[in-house]
Antibody, heavy 123, light 108 residues
Framework: EVQLVESGGGLVQPGGSLRLSCAAS????????MSWVRQAPGKGLEWVAN????????YYVDSVKGRFTISRDNAKNSLYLQMNSLRAEDTAVYYC????????????????WGQGTLVTVSS | SYELTQPPSVSVSPGQTARITCSGD??????AYWYQQKPGQAPVLVIY???ERPSGIPERFSGSSSGTTVTLTISGVQAEDEADYYC???????????FGGGTKLTVL
């Protein structure tokens, strides 16, 4: 059974930093692209970032470029999101998600999602 | 930036057919995916590659594509289908993912 468990969310002041983690199990982590997707309170889903199986390619939505960094540790079956220079508009539930398809070259869509971790940016 | 457009809300009576549309300029070149999200829960993939249904998803869920519009169809809607539905695809380069704004399905 595929399981994705996020952690690391919490309350942070504007301009602060936070590191989210996602522990994966139930599948061969190193064979899949992985994603972070967020959802602001009462709003829709927003893709944040993708990372390739070996970490060699990373893509970000424009609003987080230069502030957020996605990374992974295949030995630990873990995905990370380092978030710096946080803003009030970054307040959201952050979901870790596996991308559909083993060994795919181009990421298409998430298929399995974690339950999310809430990040609140406020003074 | 690339956008996918969905109606904010759709309402149907139990047993009727619900159709939720999603439009975007790159949809003729990129597959569409559909997610169901119930309050307080993570999204669940219900349709992939325009019209494929993952295992465990009821047959009443189907997807179709025509030009720049894709459609999620729920036949014989049940009360448990009341949820938010999101379409998702990629820009023309296939690099950046994008979600539609979501459609709230109300079962009257």
């Amino acid at each position: 059974e595929v399981q994705l468990v996020e952690s690391g969310g919490g309350l942070v002041q504007p301009g602060g930093s936070l590191r989210l983690s996602c522990a994966a199990s139930g599948f061969t982590f190193s064979s899949y692209w992985m994603s972070w997707v967020r959802q602001a309170p009462g709003k829709g889903l927003e893709w944040v970032a993708n990372i390739k199986q070996d970490g060699s390619e990373k893509y970000y939505v424009d609003s987080v470029k230069g502030r957020f960094t996605i990374s992974r540790d295949n030995a630990k079956n873990s995905l990370y999101l380092q978030m710096n220079s946080l803003r009030a508009e970054d307040t959201a539930v952050y979901y870790c998600a596996r991308v559909l398809g083993e060994f795919v070259v181009v990421p298409a869509a998430p298929d399995y999602w974690g339950q999310g971790t809430l990040v609140t940016v406020s003074s | 930036s690339y956008e996918l457009t969905q109606p904010p809300s759709v309402s149907v009576s139990p047993g009727q057919t619900a159709r939720i549309t999603c439009s975007g300029d790159a949809l003729p070149k990129q597959y569409a995916y559909w997610y169901q999200q119930k309050p307080g829960q993570a999204p669940v993939l219900v349709i992939y590659k325009d019209s494929e249904r993952p295992s465990g998803i009821p047959e009443r869920f189907s997807g179709s594509s025509s030009g720049t519009t894709v459609t999620l169809t729920i036949s014989g809607v049940q009360a448990e289908d009341e949820a938010d539905y999101y379409c998702q695809s990629a820009d023309s380069s296939g690099t950046y993912l994008v979600f539609g704004g979501g459609t709230k399905l109300t079962v009257l």
